[in-house]
């Protein structure tokens, strides 16, 4: 409950790599996500070239963070896994959360960067990683050590008890 009450974006990253102990908690983290009909419709890239993540921060005006962290992770949909239409998003999503959230808990700091809908933003990504016909991409996650530790940044509640309606 401390992560999620805890965790927020980070941008800002030291040049310290990540492990590949530490990759690999995330993809673990990632893929044991829920997904429709457990399908598990996911692959994600680990980009540490600094001309891919260069090339990455360009496929959307808000992706700067693929190039100031050490690694970028792009979470892409792989349709021959769809079995229900529409849900590879809920999946994709769900996925990301995961490493977000993966990566507070290990004291990494990560933000999500929007790539899909904006069919523009999923076009380059594709490009920039030359990825099949059957994939594509959803999100990207920058992550790396924070700049700035993330205890120092108080978790703040968004609780708001107009939103919730009990049914009983
Ligand atoms: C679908 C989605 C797309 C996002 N896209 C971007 C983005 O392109 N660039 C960015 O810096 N942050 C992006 N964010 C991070 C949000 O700005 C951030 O989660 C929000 O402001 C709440 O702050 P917090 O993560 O610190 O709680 C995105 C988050 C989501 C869920």
Partial sequence: MQT?????????????????????????????????????????????????????????????????????I??????????????????????SQNILLAAYDMGLGAVWLGITPEADRVERVNRILSLPETMTAFSIIAVGHPRVPQTTAPAQSRFDASRVHVVA
């Fill in 4 to 72: 999620l009450l805890a965790r927020h974006s980070c941008r800002q990253f030291t040049e310290t790599p990540l492990t590949q102990q530490e990759v690999d908690s995330l993809l673990h983290a990632a893929m044991q996500a829920p997904s429709a009909g457990n399908e598990q419709p996911w692959h994600f890239y680990v980009c540490t070239s600094a001309e891919v993540r260069h090339q990455l921060r360009q496929a959307s005006p808000y992706a700067g963070p693929a190039e100031a962290a050490p690694c970028a």
């Fill in 74 to 95: 792009v979470v892409c949909v792989d349709k021959t896994k769809i079995k229900y239409q529409g849900n590879e998003v809920q999946d994709c999503a769900a996925a």
